[in-house]
């Protein structure tokens, strides 16, 4: 009889606040709360000099979205737990590298450019290998991103090849 009771308490796992999905999951939330909490300390801009929203209004959208997230994440997680690899994918590196070339090519080039390029190296190197596809991503994509911060945010975009010639 002790036998059987010590192998079930070993089959059991252990609490959720010691695994590795609650750790990650609880650290992105803290922070992000923290952030949130900063953005109410923001000064409110008079009407008549804002254009588009509140400047603590896209910073307050942006952390509650980051929140939820995460909350769907570690609910995935406990369906789905994450499997342990020794080694991180290569996929994660290119993509590191493509956000270091998305800085200078935003730089030095274009801002719309860069997003595209991005968008195209990204997909393309998590697995999307369709022609068709990269190109959709590549210009709509973009075009979403460049429709939001120009009308709702109302924020221009930084001069460069393709922003000088919407915006002469």
Known sequence: MKNVQKSKRANKSLPFFFKDEFK???IIIFISLILLLTTFTFDI???ILNRGIQPATFPKALLILIIAMTLIVYYLATKNPWKIEKKL?????LTLFSFIMFVIVSNALDFFLAISALSIFVAYYWGEKRLFY???VGIIF???VFVFFETILGLRFPPGIITNIYYS
Do not use: A, G, K, Q
């Open 134 to 136: 990269l190109l959709l």
């Open 142 to 144: 973009p075009i979403i």
């Open 45 to 47: 801009v008079p009407p």
């Open 24 to 26: 990650v999951s609880f």
């Open 89 to 93: 994918p290569r996929s994660f590196f």
